[in-house]
């Protein structure tokens, strides 16, 4: 599934009860698919989302939220974040349908370290923090900063939501030395075991095998909550390693950067319709971006050591590819027309088709999006 995003900023306030007053710069990133233009290489050209979507967000920017109405119901007494954005998307669906285009989900940021996810009617809550990850150096522990990330359900308020999560975590870092042992030492007289460990330590960093530790510590624990229904759980390390479980299994990714420039330039069109399709990357000279490509791949840890192997090769492959693309003209490396972003990725799910996942982020603003169906 190919999509494109785009993020929107506002900022608000908004009262809990009577005592409350919160005031919050909200960040919305609207995910939209429609049909692609064979010619321009475009789902949409961002900056016409924007203007269909920036009179939506002018309403609710340096605005009291308990005061927007989305229809003729009498205005809400007690504000509720996740009956707002319900009605948002259902709004910002309808103007996109308008201009042949599809809402796929919304991501808005929320207080106390939280996002909501809108998908289908559904609501699911991510809790995103800071984290510490241990790294093994000798028979010293390190810390290095990485990305906390759980996607719940839940019917707890997000303040108890941040205390448990406080009080799960609290008490892990004193027993990751006695953990990374016996990750270490697991299976090590199975032959299997031996095999399995060798390949997970090629494949991936000590930092890397302790946020799987700390994912997979996270899950048990809060499988003994039965106000939570965890649907995953995500760490990415100052590396850019990411690893996530969820309850169809485990995935391992990458995400890079690489300052590159591209021209949108189209062969087919004369130089008046590339600059009016395209602006000015339909110049010889392009734009020069610092990119970044997030890269996902499901990992199947009970099909054997030949699995294992494999997808430490492909892993390989892809890094040095995108590694390439530094200091360099992607018209060159990927070799598609015109050269959006839509193309690209189009173009490598192609060539590494054992990837789920790949986002290629142009701008703080853009992203391109193709998921495996």
């Known amino acids: 599934m190919l999509t494109v995003s785009r993020r929107f900023r506002f900022s608000s306030s908004f009262t809990e009860n009577s005592e409350k007053f919160y005031g919050f710069n909200f960040e919305l990133w609207v995910k939209i698919s429609g049909k692609l233009d064979p010619l321009t290489g475009f789902i949409c050209h961002l900056s016409e989302v924007k203007n269909i979507l920036d009179p939506i967000i002018d309403k609710l920017d340096h605005q009291h939220l308990n005061d927007i109405t989305f229809d003729s119901k009498q205005k809400n007494k007690k504000f509720d974040l996740f009956n707002f954005l319900d009605k948002l998307s259902n709004l910002i669906a309808s103007s996109l349908n308008d201009h042949e285009l599809s809402l796929v989900d919304c991501r808005l940021t929320a207080p106390k370290n939280l996002q909501l996810f809108h998908s289908d009617g559904k609501i699911t809550v991510s809790y995103i923090n800071k984290m510490v990850i241990p790294q093994l150096e000798r028979a010293s522990i390190k810390w290095a900063v990485g990305d906390l990330k759980i996607d719940f359900t839940s019917t707890k308020t997000p303040t108890e939501m941040e205390s448990l999560f406080n009080e799960i975590d609290s008490g892990f870092p004193e027993n990751m030395q006695e953990g990374i042992e016996k990750l270490i030492l697991s299976n090590k007289n199975t032959a299997q075991g031996s095999n399995m ?52 299994g485990h995935y391992h990714g990458f995400n890079m950067t690489a300052h590159a420039g591209h021209s949108l330039n189209q062969p087919k069109l004369t130089t008046d319709e590339a600059e009016t399709a395209f602006g000015p990357c339909s110049n010889k000279h392009g734009h020069s971006f610092k990119f970044g490509f997030m890269m996902q791949i499901k990992t199947y840890l009970d099909e054997g050591i030949e699995s294992t192997k494999n997808q430490a090769s492909q892993a390989k492959d892809s890094l040095a590819f995108f590694r390439d693309l530094e200091n360099s003209w992607l018209n060159n490396k990927i070799p598609v027309i015109p050269c959006t972003g839509e193309n690209m990725i189009s173009w490598i799910a192609n060539r590494f088709d054992f990837l789920g996942n790949i986002v290629c982020i142009e701008t703080e603003n853009n992203q391109f999006n193709w998921t495996k169906k």
């Open 197 to 248: 460990n060798e390949m997970s330590s090629k494949m991936y960093s000590m930092e890397n095998n302790c946020s799987e530790l700390y994912v997979n510590y996270l899950m048990d624990e809060f499988g003994k909550n039965k106000n939570i229904q965890i649907e995953s759980i995500q760490i990415e390390s100052n590396s850019g390693y990411v690893y996530q479980l969820k309850n169809d």
